[in-house]
């Protein structure tokens, strides 16, 4: 069974800074590409960044270029997203996801499995 399990969520205020974790098992890592999502409450769940499996290869959503970075630690089977000069309309659930090859992708429907969801709250 796979299981992706997020933390690093809380309240913080604009301009700051928050960096979200997404702890997988070593089988259920290696190989794959990953991705973060967040959905805001009455909206659709909306791409943040992905990460191909090697590395090198980033995707990041519009709203966020230049103040999130992906990134992974191979050794600790961990994806991280480091959230900078945060802003209130990043208020939102964020959830990590596992691509179904090593490609980085940028739609939901090409993640397979998915974390339960970590809530970043962002006042101003």
């Known amino acids: 069974q796979v299981q992706l399990v997020e933390s690093g969520g809380g309240l913080v205020q604009a301009g700051g800074s928050l960096r979200l974790s997404c702890a997988a098992s070593?089988?259920?890592?290696?190989?794959?590409?990953w991705g973060w999502f967040r959905q805001a409450p009455g909206k659709e769940r909306e791409f943040v960044a992905a990460?191909?499996?090697?590395?090198?290869?980033?995707y990041y959503g519009d709203s966020v270029k230049g103040r999130f970075t992906i990134s992974r630690d191979i050794a600790k089977n961990t994806v991280y997203l480091q959230m900078n000069s945060l802003k209130p309309e990043d208020t939102a659930v964020y959830y990590c996801a596992r691509g179904r090859t090593g490609a980085a992708v940028t739609t939901t429907y090409e993640y397979d499995y998915w974390g339960q969801g970590t809530q970043v709250t962002v006042s101003s």
């Open positions: 990460i191909s499996w090697a590395g090198i290869t980033t």
């Open positions: 070593e089988r259920t890592f290696s190989g794959y590409a």
